[in-house]
C-alpha cells in the first residue's frame, strides 16, 4: 500500500507573505514594508532575566502550564484590562501561534464551522482546516472592516461553532467598535458559540472607545464579561515587547475550557522553555507607551502620505499596518504588489493573502528614512499607472 499523509495539510497552500518576501528579497534595494514584527530589539532588562535564569539552572522541565509566578504575573496584568482569570485559567504558550492551535483544536469537531470575519491573518484558516472543520469568512470590506450583526446572521448555521476577532486587526490595523463588539456579544448569546479574541495587537491602540480607569484599551473580552464561559483570550509578548523570537504567548479562558487547552498543549509542545519564563515577567513590567507613540507617529505620516498620493484608506487605530484599496487600478493585488517590487523596488502584501482581494498592506514598522523612500517609490508608481488612463 502507498504511503499517505494528512489530507487536511494537502490542502494548506504556502504563506503569500513568505513568496513575497523572498521575491523582495532577491530585488536588489528593495524597501521591505512588509515586515509583521516590531523593528525594536527586546529591551536589555528583559534580556538580563535569561543569563540569572541560566546561572540558576532553571534548565529543567517546567510546569506544563507555566511557572506559578508567571501565569500569577499574567493574570495581574489581564486585571488592567478588567479581565478576571485566575492563574489555573491561564496556560503559557508558543507565542499566539501555539495559543491559537490549541484553542481551537480543543473546541473542534470535524465538520464545525468558524466564522472569520476577512480581512484576516491567514493563521486561522490553516488551523480550522487541520482540524477538518470550515472557515466561514465574513466579508467586512463593504462595511469599512466593522461587523454587523445581520453580516453574521448571514453567515451563521447550525454547525457554526465559534467566531474569531482579532482587534486591532492584521492587516488592517481597524479596531472593532462598540457596535461590531456588541454584535457580536448578540450573536455569540444567541447562537451558543465560542468567541476567540485574539489580542495580540490590543496593547497596540492608539484610539479606542473603551477604556479602564488607567487608560488602558478594553476589547471584547473586557467589555462582555457575561460571555466568559464561551471567550477564550489569547495573547502574545511577540508585539508590545518585541520579542517575537521568544516564542512567548498565552491563553486564558474560563476553567472547564481551559482544561481541556490544557491537555493539547501538554501533548503538542508540554511546556514552553524554563529559562524564558523570569524574563517574560520582567517584560510585563515594560512600559509600551513608547512605542506605541512612536508607532502612532508613523501610522499619522503614513496615512497621510496614502491619501495625498490618492489611496482610498480606512484610517487605522492600532497595531502597525495600514490596508489602502487598490481597487481603482484594475488589477490583482498579487500583480500589483509583483510589479511595485520589480518596477520599483518597493514591497508590500497583497490582500489576497488575507481573503481580501482589492487591497495591499503596509507595515510601518520599520525606519522614517524607509518609510519616506517607499512611499516616494510608491507614489512614482502611482503615477506610472495613472499615466496609462491619462
Ligand atoms: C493577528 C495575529 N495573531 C497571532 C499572531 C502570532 O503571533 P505570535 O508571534 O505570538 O505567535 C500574529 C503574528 O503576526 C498576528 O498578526
Redesign the pocket.
Known sequence: MALTTNTALAQLQPSGIRRITAFAKQTPGCILLTL??PDGNTADVVKEEVAKSLAANETHYPPNNGTVELRRAIAAHMEKRNLAYGEDEIIVT???????FAALSSILNPGDEVLVPTPA?G?YESIISVNRATFVPVDTRPTKFQLTLGQLEAAATDRTKAIVL?SP??PTGCVLDPRSLDAVAKFAKAHDVFVIC?D??TSLVYEGVYKSDEGVHLGFASCYGELRDRIIV?D????PYAM?GW???WVAADAPISAQIAKMHQYMVSSVPSFVQRAAIRALKEDVAPAREVYRGRRDYVLARLREIGFDVVEPDGAFYVFPSIEKFGMSSDEFCTRLIAEKGVALVPGSCFAAEGFVRLSYCCSMENLEEGLNRLAAFVQTLEQRFV
Open positions: 509583521g514584527e508558543c507565542g499566539a501561534t501555539e495559543a491559537l491573518f493563521l482579532t486587526n492584521n485574539d495580540v495587537y489569547c502574545s509578548f511577540s508585539k517575537t516564542r512567548l504567548g
